[in-house]
């Protein structure tokens, strides 16, 4: 079973469209989170969810919509994409006493 | 603010080699630190973290680090390197799991 799934793995898109990437996890963690990693690699994060609730939202546009229907799933919903927001979007989920992230596979985002 | 910088892009070693990987920090309080490592196409496994105590870390796949106040550094080593290690390794800082701001990575190349 994979512990954090992410769906899809690789999404093409045209400029414009409005897309969703959905994120799952099975460890039962109370904290979620999106990253973005750009071309070069560079991970910054995007928003983080405490059993359903915003807790952190750093400065993304506000085209990007974070949805956490229960503490198990964080979705990415973005809307009028754009050239820029091509890139690499990793979901993550941790809890306090176990220690680091546990990350998903990533969905790799090309907008053409 | 905290921050984390990996002075090396790209380092290249000989299998069976040793391999040290530099990150240093800046952060206001007792720093939270991880090492991550990113196979090409996967996402970020947690390779080892420093919390408190034993300023000296052991993790997985044969990998250590050792955490110095003084010199707000936190390197990764390895004392024989393998083929299997090439991949790009984040350092990160936070308090806790939360926030975790990341290094720009460094890419490690293994030579046959």
């Known amino acids: 079973d994979t512990a954090v799934s992410q769906t899809p793995k690789y999404l093409v898109t045209q400029m414009g469209n409005d897309k969703s990437i959905k994120c799952e996890q099975n460890?039962?963690?109370?904290?979620m989170y999106w990253y973005k990693q750009d071309s070069k690699k560079f991970l910054k994060i995007m928003f983080s969810?405490?059993?359903?609730?915003?807790?952190i939202n750093e400065t993304v546009p506000n085209r990007f919509s974070p949805k956490s229907p229960d503490k198990a799933h964080l979705n990415l919903h973005i809307n009028s994409l754009e050239l820029g927001d091509s890139a690499v979007y990793f979901c993550?989920?941790?809890?306090?006493?176990?220690?680091?992230?546990?990350f998903g596979s990533g969905t790799r985002l090309t907008v053409v | 603010a905290q921050s984390v910088t990996q002075p090396d892009i790209h380092i290249t070693v000989s299998e069976g080699a040793s391999l040290e990987l530099r990150c240093n920090y800046s952060?206001?309080?007792?720093?939270?630190l991880f090492w991550y490592v990113q196979s090409p196409g996967q996402g970020l496994q947690l390779l080892l973290k420093?919390?408190?105590?034993?300023?000296l870390v052991q993790g997985i796949k044969g990998f250590e680090a050792e955490f110095k106040r003084s010199q707000s550094s936190f390197n990764l080593r390895k004392p024989s390197v393998h083929w299997s290690d090439a991949a790009e390794y984040f350092c990160?800082?936070?308090?806790?799991?939360?926030?975790?701001?990341f290094g720009a990575g460094t890419t490690v190349t293994v030579r046959a």
């Open positions: 993550a989920s941790s809890q306090p006493t176990s220690g680091g992230y546990t």
């Open positions: 460890l039962g963690h109370d904290t």
């Open positions: 969810y405490n059993n359903k609730e915003l807790i």
């Open positions: 952060y206001g309080a007792t720093p939270y």
């Open positions: 420093y919390f408190s105590g034993d300023t």
């Open positions: 990160a800082v936070g308090a806790r799991e939360n926030k975790l701001s």
